[in-house]
């Protein structure tokens, strides 16, 4: 059974991975001053392909169902998301965003009953010291519109995810992901006409932006996600998020050249601390192939001789 929540846990992985990514893409390839249309583009084209696939539409309390999760999970968060990544710096956009499993944690508990495991918590308190310590340094001149998008963002997903979990009975995973996004993406789109008119002109880099944005970081990712949401408790699922911040910093170190101090590079590990904490799962198994040493005993020891 570890084994196979192990397992889980690296396929959910491969979402925060991908999530971390999307903050550099967006500051440096896609256009400037579109959060609405881009957050169109990067959800519609998405959820069809996931729709294709999928083959299936929804039926009875999905209708409203799809609407609500595509909107707190994909419809509006995208759109705050979109707006962080251009106000704040790469770093400090995807961390402020690693807050998100204490959030998880405290909705699980309210909506499925799934009450926090003190690893669990100890990893979350671990991330947001790890956090805390990227943040900090950085701290001046943060503009206070980008984060508090990115907060608002955070809490509109933790309650989404969570509501995602309750409401999965009966449905595949590629259904209900293809119709949060769909919904998601048609629920932005009349305020993406109005409010910045038609959409914006794409060039090729743009182009291969959304394209990634949308297939990789998106319909990709939230299969992945969702996946582990079925698989794994809330809140060991919220803490695989911290990984977002870490490749969000990193890329920004790597690709943006934003500067990483010291105090950063002890809040990254601090952050990776807390992410294996919080999976016991992982902490048994490699304990289970930790080769272990035979105590050697001497005739005397063997004899019964305290020692």
């Known amino acids: 059974m570890e084994d196979i929540r192990w397992r889980w846990s690296l396929l959910t ?12 893409v967006t500051r440096h390839a896609l256009p400037l001053d579109a959060p609405l249309w881009g957050s169109v583009l990067r959800a519609l084209p998405a959820g069809l392909l996931l729709l294709v696939v999928a083959r299936r539409a929804p039926q009875g309390s ?18 705050l998301v979109y707006v962080a990544a251009q106000a704040l710096p790469t770093s400090v956009a995807s961390t402020v965003m690693a807050t998100s499993p204490v959030a998880m944690m405290l909705v699980a508990w309210a909506l499925l009953a799934q009450k926090p495991r003190l690893l669990g918590l100890a990893g979350a308190a671990l991330g947001l010291v790890g956090v805390a310590a990227m943040l900090l340094p950085g701290g001046a001149g943060v503009s206070a519109v980008g984060v508090l998008a990115s907060v608002t963002a955070m809490l509109m997903s933790s309650l989404g995810f969570v509501l995602a979990t309750r409401w999965s009975g009966g449905v595949d995973v590629v259904s209900s992901t293809a119709w949060q996004l769909v919904a998601g993406g048609l ?20 182009l291969l932006g959304f394209a990634y944005v949308s297939f990789v970081a998106t319909a990709v990712a939230y299969l992945a996600w969702f996946t582990g949401l079925r698989h794994l408790p809330a809140g060991t699922v919220g803490l695989l998020g911290l990984l977002n911040p870490i490749v969000g910093v990193l890329l920004g170190v790597l690709y943006a050249g934003e500067r990483l101090t ?5 809040g990254v590990l601090v952050v990776l601390a807390g992410v294996l904490l919080g999976q016991p799962s992982l902490l048994a198994w490699v304990a289970r192939r930790r080769p272990r040493s035979v ?8 004899v019964g001789s305290p020692s």
Do not use: C, H, I, K
């Not at 992985?13 to 550099?24: E, K, L, Q």
């Not at 993406?192 to 090729?204: I, K, M, Q, R």
């Not at 105590?295 to 063997?302: D, I, N, S, V, Y």
């Open 262 to 266: 010291g105090v950063q590079v002890l």
């Open 62 to 79: 999905w209708w409203w169902r799809s609407a609500v999760l595509g909107t707190l999970n994909m419809g509006a968060f995208f759109a």
């Open 187 to 206: 629920v932005l789109l009349p305020f993406a006409v109005v409010v910045e008119g038609g959409p914006p002109a794409l060039d090729g880099r743009a």
């Open 295 to 302: 105590p050697r005993t001497t005739g005397r020891a063997a």
């Open 13 to 24: 992985a491969a979402a925060p991975v991908a999530w971390g990514t999307t903050y550099v």
